[in-house]
């Protein structure tokens, strides 16, 4: 189970990579708890400031592992116990992306779909390769990708998203990020470079500014006008409180990068 995500540090970025390209990166029960066991041992990990989610072999994510799924039919209920633990788990799983204290970025190859797809939208940010497709195609086979509907339709128009659930069509890469799916697009060689080079970036951030913004610009989206602007004035007066925070306005006004050491 350990080596089907990997994990590599480079500097402050972790980069966690699915490795199970014979089936395209499905997310499998063992690929979910996986993932999920990595994803939790980062969020205690205060040396990693923001993390890359990618994968091995010609796909990113081809969504659930739909052969394991079949094979649970032949359980005494049918399946349905197995199901309903199957997509409580991947529930939890995708919730953990934007709730993990780290900026999380996507790094997406070849296809991103349902399940995996999900995953996309489920991730702060993300880079695709060109020539990248991504859909929601449940529909083509008799399954409606009600779960990945969840994160779909909260990063991309509701009717582009319902667009998608019901005629089973993939998107390509600039449509992508014409819909705000996708953040960027990278020609194929230069992807894991593009992405590392986001990473660090943000990574350079006051880590502690970075992970009140990111807990802060979660919570708001699901409030009201007059909560959001109420939780956000209070991130703002705990973030101006930080002494890094002083020493970096400091430093703004005497025209001197900040000593954050």
């Not at 309903?84 to 790094?107: E, G, H, K, T």
């Not at 497709?133 to 509701?158: D, E, H, K």
């Not at 986001?198 to 009201?224: C, E, N, S, W, Y």
Request: glycine share 8%; proline share 5%; aromatic share 4%.
């Amino acid at each position: 189970m350990d080596q089907l995500v990997l994990r590599n540090d480079t500097g402050h970025v972790a980069r966690l990579t699915l490795n199970s390209p014979k089936n395209f990166n499905a997310l499998s029960v063992e690929m979910i708890a996986a993932l999920s066991d990595h994803l939790t041992a980062i969020a205690d990990d205060d040396s990693i400031r923001a993390v890359i989610l990618s994968g091995t072999g010609k796909a990113f994510c081809a969504g659930h592992d739909l052969r394991q799924m079949q094979s649970a039919r032949d359980l005494p209920d049918g399946g349905g116990a197995a199901y309903q633990s199957l997509f409580d788990d991947c529930a939890r799983m995708m919730q953990m992306i934007p709730a993990l204290p780290q900026p999380v970025i996507a790094q997406v190859h070849g296809i991103a779909t349902a399940a995996g797809c999900q995953l996309v939208a489920s991730c702060d940010l993300a880079i695709a390769a060109e020539g990248t497709r991504f859909g929601v195609n449940g529909v083509n086979i008799g399954l409606f990708c009600s779960t990945p509907m969840v994160a779909l339709s909260r990063v991309i128009p509701p009717k582009a998203a319902f667009e998608m659930l019901t005629t089973g069509n993939f998107i390509d890469a600039v449509r992508a990020r014409e819909l705000g799916l996708i953040n960027q697009i990278a020609p194929g060689d230069e992807l894991a470079d593009q992405a590392l080079s986001m990473a660090q970036t943000i990574a350079a951030k006051l880590p502690a500014a970075v992970r009140m913004g990111k807990r802060a610009f979660h919570d708001q989206m699901g409030l009201g006008l007059a909560d959001a602007y109420g939780r956000a004035g209070g991130t703002m007066c705990e973030n101006m409180m930080l002494p890094e925070t002083d020493e970096g306005i400091t430093a703004f006004l005497e025209k001197r990068p900040p000593n954050w050491s």
